[in-house]
């Protein structure tokens, strides 16, 4: 049943990517317990432009789940208290009257914060630049039944391609590591036999360029996993794992 | 004007291989020599962006996120349509292209849609390639299900995220392209003018999201692929930066506009269940392969699903098309459901929603099989309305998902402006009326992947490309005039948002230029959105600076053009004296509440010049000519 909620939020504000910025107390009034978290920011959003102040900057778009745009870490969160949602699909009946929720930006050496809660994400671009793809032009690929592909292997390989991209993995890492972001991308391309031939060279390079990125490692803490909204699993870095060292015991590519 | 849609010659199946062999080549040496703009990175602007420089063009990609990997493609459900005929039920290209043509009531050009239909298959393969994990069978072939105004099953899918792993696809094709150097992307960049030099499209003027700074790039081409414009409605099913802004400014640069009127209601979405409301998010389609649409025989019938037995549900879509049942095209199933809503027999609090459900699925293939299907959908739907579909059926009602209408374009994919090329969503094309489901992505895919690497160098290999740049003087007023619009909204401080204007606007039509229109409601409507536009320039307020990240300036911008395009929408409905598809005038149905086509005189093209601010714009007609199908009142009795 629909009710509303008082809620105080303390909101991370900052100018832009060279001027330090803080926390900042909002009240957010009569919050129907039916909004999703965004429209909840909406809402205050509104007030303070009518109120002459500048309205929080955050990044979204879909408000469906997929798109990966959104995310802030809510209540030392990234996407919030909910499992496997993005914080455009948490809705505030998860929430309690009178409630205090911290609201920041993800955070992490790779990730620049742009404005209030919007980050520059770009650096997961520049991984799946450096081969996460199969190198296939255009034109002249062969019938797409003419390779067979065990269900359960395209399953597999469909669990990890779910990745959005949203970054709450390196938000949630203490070391702020890629390797769930990494791992999916890999696995899913050395599970299928299309991707096959460019296995090692792929996982070498994009590993690589993680690194040089200034993402961190794993430590098997598993906060991945447990904040990714779309709850992949950590066995994609242990099978990224096996495709780097097989890469390198058996490749020439590097 | 006279519209010549450069459609080839000769028998409907050699039409696109004949065109092929006619457009001139550009030696691999000389496309190097030119540079292509790519605006936006859904499934039609990434594929192409990638095509393209695989091809040795140089591209200039630009997309509004902060990555091209989010356009909102990515947001497609259900699957993509091939005629592959792996399930041997009887498809074949004719049949998908009759399909489309049928589905679209008689409102497409069949040369587009056979082309369409002819290159299904080659995406499938493409993305196979790609590593798309679409959905196998045990013995490893592909998978296949059927989709809303079909009868064959050529729908292939990623589970409930086909859009996801399709736009993944391109984007990853796109990456390689980067990392090559053949493509320079530019993220949170959103076009603001389109630019002409000797009235060819020559370049962009852009504004940079983050610093607020305005951009100017040149190039030989520019190619949009910048999507619909649902969110002309506020609650549609479009991501929230969704716009019309891109295809206007084209629109007001001398491109056409094809019939803005042309909108998709999606029969399965959420309903909409407070004022607050941002956005409407779809269930997919293909719900409706197990799902089954009811309403409560009595108006006015309150209790909850669970205690209404069999004998007092309607499944009205059963009932009155037995050969589709709960799979008619979605501009019925939206009328439909509407309909018995405005009987008084709608479900829930509101009234406004039907059930879709799926109590007889389970029973019948078990409860695991249905969440191996739906698994995830059931879950979105679960996490947005707290209730459970395995438990108890869903709420659904219709919700603005798709628009038909775009730029005007030929057979090359190029609009009335010469060198502006406009591909998947954005342009009018190959849909008419009302679109089939599993056929945005299809059309998307095609037009970036195997159309436009072909027909821009027919262009570049027949046409004059004298030097520019950017600081000559069309670029410089062009970039006066989007910074002069920035300070205008900025300097307004009015006492309203900008979301509240845009709120009022969709409501407006929603009302009048929705599921069901009239004349009265739509004369009404033009008013209403023109007194509207006249109070947002004097009256909204926009916080902030220009050379910033300005999220309310963005909108600002957005909601604008909205105001100015909203009324052409209407133009164009009350200039169809006819219902077809998703227009659907009150004036013309049949005895059987179905939409009453005109073919005598409304079989065609109608394609809007603009005319200048405050004027009306000119029509233009392209008429449609039928050479190979027989146009009869679509029927899915």
């Known amino acids: 049943m629909t009710k509303t909620i008082n809620l105080t939020l303390k909101v991370w504000r900052q100018q832009s990517a060279t001027i330090k910025g803080g926390f900042e107390t909002y009240h957010a009034s009569n919050i129907s317990t039916d909004m999703s978290f965004l429209e909840m920011l909406d809402v205050v959003n509104e007030q303070l432009t009518l109120d002459c102040r500048e309205p929080i900057a955050f990044d979204h778009d879909c408000r469906e789940g997929i798109c990966g745009q959104c995310g802030s870490v809510i209540n030392g969160r990234p996407h919030g208290p909910e499992k496997g949602t993005t914080l455009c699909q948490l809705h505030m009946r998860h929430f309690n009257d009178g409630d205090t929720i911290a609201i920041e930006p993800f955070r992490a050496k790779a990730f620049k914060v742009l404005k209030d809660l919007v980050v520059d994400r770009s650096a997961l671009d520049k991984i799946i630049q450096a081969g996460g793809y199969v190198s296939v032009n255009t034109g002249g690929t062969p019938d797409a039944n003419a390779i067979p592909v065990p269900k359960e292997i395209a399953e597999k390989a469909m669990d990890a391609a779910a990745c959005i991209g949203c970054g709450a993995c390196v938000a949630s890492c203490p070391n702020a590591s890629a390797m769930l972001f990494v791992g999916a991308k890999v696995s899913q391309l050395a599970l299928l036999p299309q991707g096959k031939p460019e296995a090692a060279r792929r996982v070498t390079f994009m590993v690589q360029t993680m690194d040089e990125l200034g993402f961190g490692n794993c430590s098997n803490e598993r906060e991945c996993e447990a904040e990714c909204p779309k709850e992949i699993s950590i066995t994609n870095i242990a099978r990224m794992n096996r495709e780097f060292f097989k890469a390198g015991l058996f490749s020439s590519t590097r | ?637």
Not at chain 2, 20 to 48: D, S, Y
Not at chain 2, 185 to 208: K, T, Y
Not at chain 2, 373 to 395: H, S, V
Not at chain 2, 602 to 629: I, M, R, S, T
């Open chain 2, 1 to 637: 004007m006279h519209l010549d849609a450069k459609i080839p010659g000769g028998p409907l199946a050699d039409k696109w291989d004949k065109h092929k062999f006619e457009l001139k080549l550009i030696n691999p040496a000389n496309k190097r020599k030119f540079e292509v703009i790519v605006v936006g990175t859904g499934l039609a602007g990434g594929a192409a962006a990638a095509s393209l420089a695989e091809l040795g063009y140089n591209v200039k990609s630009f997309c509004i996120q902060d990555t091209p990997r989010r356009a909102h493609s990515i947001a497609a459900q259900g699957g993509i349509n091939a005629s592959k005929n792996y399930q041997n039920d009887g498809d074949s290209v004719w049949r998908l292209f009759y399909d489309t043509i049928k589905g679209g009531d008689f409102r497409a050009r069949e040369g587009n849609v056979y082309r369409l239909a002819q290159v299904s298959g080659n995406i499938i393969d493409q993305c196979v390639a790609q590593g798309v994990p679409f959905a196998r069978e045990y013995g490893g072939l592909l998978a296949n299900r059927s989709f809303g105004g079909a009868q064959v099953s050529r729908t292939f899918y990623a589970r409930g995220q086909t859009g996801q792993q399709l736009l993944l696809g391109a984007y990853s094709a796109l990456s390689r392209q980067i990392a090559a150097g053949k493509v320079q992307m530019f993220s949170r960049r959103e076009m603001m003018d389109l630019v002409l030099v000797n009235g060819q499209a020559r370049g962009l003027v852009v504004r940079n999201l983050v610093t607020g700074e305005i951009e100017r790039h040149g190039a030989d081409a520019v190619v949009l692929c910048t999507g619909g414009y649902a969110n002309a409605f506020f609650l549609s099913t479009n991501a929230m930066a969704c716009n019309v802004t891109a295809n206007y400014r084209a629109y007001q640069k001398g491109a056409l506009f094809a019939n803005p009127c042309f909108t998709q209601i999606h029969p399965t979405c959420i309903p909409v269940h407070g004022t607050y409301q941002s956005k409407l998010t779809l269930m997919s389609e293909s719900l409706r392969n197990d799902g089954r649409v009811w309403v409560p025989q009595t108006v006015g019938d309150k209790r909850s699903p669970d205690q209404i037995p069999e004998s007092d549900r309607d499944y009205f879509l059963e009932r009155k098309y037995p050969s589709f049942g709960n799979l008619v095209p979605r501009d019925v199933a939206s009328r439909n459901a509407k309909e018995q809503c405005d009987l008084g027999k709608g479900a829930g609090e509101t009234g406004l929603a039907v059930y879709l459900d799926f109590r007889d699925a389970i029973s019948r293939d078990g409860k695991d099989m249905i969440g191996q299907k739906y698994g995830n959908l059931f879950q979105m739907y679960e996490k947005i309305t707290a209730d459970n579909p395995y438990e108890k059926p869903m709420m659904i009602y219709p919700a603005v998902h798709y628009t038909m209408g775009g730029l005007w374009v030929d057979y090359n994919l190029m609009s009335t402006i010469p060198g502006l090329f406009v591909l998947g969503e954005a342009n009018f094309s190959d849909h008419g009326a009302n679109r089939l489901g599993a056929s945005a992505l299809m059309q998307g895919l095609a037009d970036g992947y195997f159309v436009i690497p072909y027909t821009i160098g027919g262009y570049f290999a027949g046409t004059q490309l004298p030097k520019i740049t950017t600081s000559q003087s069309e670029f410089t007023s062009a970039a006066r005039t989007v910074s002069d619009r920035t300070q205008r909204l900025l300097s307004i401080n009015g006492k309203r948002t900008v979301d509240d204007f845009h709120r009022e606007l969709g409501g407006i039509l929603w009302e009048y230029c929705g599921m069901a229109r009239n004349d009265e409601g739509l004369t009404k409507a033009r008013t209403l959105i023109q007194s509207l536009r006249s109070e947002f320039w004097e009256n909204v307020k926009v916080p902030g600076v220009d050379m910033d990240l300005n999220q309310s300036l963005e909108r600002a911008g957005r909601v604008a053009d909205f105001l100015e395009f909203g009324e052409l929408m209407v133009i164009d409905a009350l200039a169809r004296r006819e219902s077809c598809g998703g227009h659907f005038n009150e004036g013309f149905q049949t005895e059987e509440n179905e939409a009453l086509r005109d073919d005598d005189n409304f079989c065609h093209v109608a394609a809007w010049e603009y005319a200048g601010e405050g004027k009306d714009p000119q029509f233009h007609k392209e008429p449609l000519v039928f050479e190979n199908v027989k146009l009869t009142q679509r029927s899915y009795k």
